[in-house]
């Protein structure tokens, strides 16, 4: 540091709470006063008037003055709080009640209270996007256009979360990680698939009206799958197969590159209104069990724990 800040009155240089503190300091207390139940006084516009005071009086002779506390950790988040005027006058007036110990206190605990009050704000803001997905469902469910429900899977890639536990994957050439969209710029699919740790899964989507079994039986209980679902499990193989084999122009690339046993996904189709008899469901069942690398989920099934999901949280 510049020596010369030593010949800067202390009184000056010393209140300088930097702005980076200042705005971290009432991000976390939500512009509110952290002294229980308070009711502001609010300007003309609306705003509450606060102030960003010290726990420790960084000068000598003020309020909980502390002689061990430098510029540095005096200005410090750790030792700031947010109060209305009121308050800042009631604590600094009370200095044995309001000791550092209890200021403290007092601030981690409306700490505590903002960040519930987020978390219960942002468990209504997933609920409500999963409720309206679901209403969209209800709504769309005899709906045959491919597109429309690539478009849907691209603009609410929430709806995935379940299917697939979290992992990064492909849909309609675009990438997606965590529920959000990714930006692919400068690469392809593949790489970036091939760029998250091995837990990835390809995505092939088709209609919830598409049929899962051939028309016709193959022969005495057995039945065949559809021409579309057969289709569509050898395309994600297919491009499971491709990922797979440009692994090692990839790894060249990226050194540390992992993309151990990437995952095929199909959503296809609808058991509820299929209404399969006993043995075309054990058709169904035991053709699709026979995937080791490859997922098939059904509609229903997808939007069924959508559902589940969406009554937990309104709980
Ligand atoms: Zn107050």
Redesign the pocket.
Known sequence: MDSRNDLVPASRSRRAIPASVIKIAFGRSANR?A?PD?A?VLLDNGVPLLEICHISAITAGGPRYSASLTESNGNSIDNVII??P??HRLVNKNVETFTIEELVRIREEHYERVQRALSVEQKHTTSSRLAKLLKLWHGERTNGNEEFWQQLFSDRPEAFSLALEGRAYTLSSKCYVGGKSFANTGGNVLDFLAQHSGNVALVEIKTPTTKLLAPQKYRGNVWAPSRELAGSTVQALEYRHSLISNLPTLAFQTPGLRAAQPMGVVIIGDLEQEEMSEDERRSFELYRTAFRDLKIMTYDELFGGIEMLVELLGD
Do not use: E, Y
């Open positions: 006063c002294f308070c502001p109060l209305c009121t308050h």
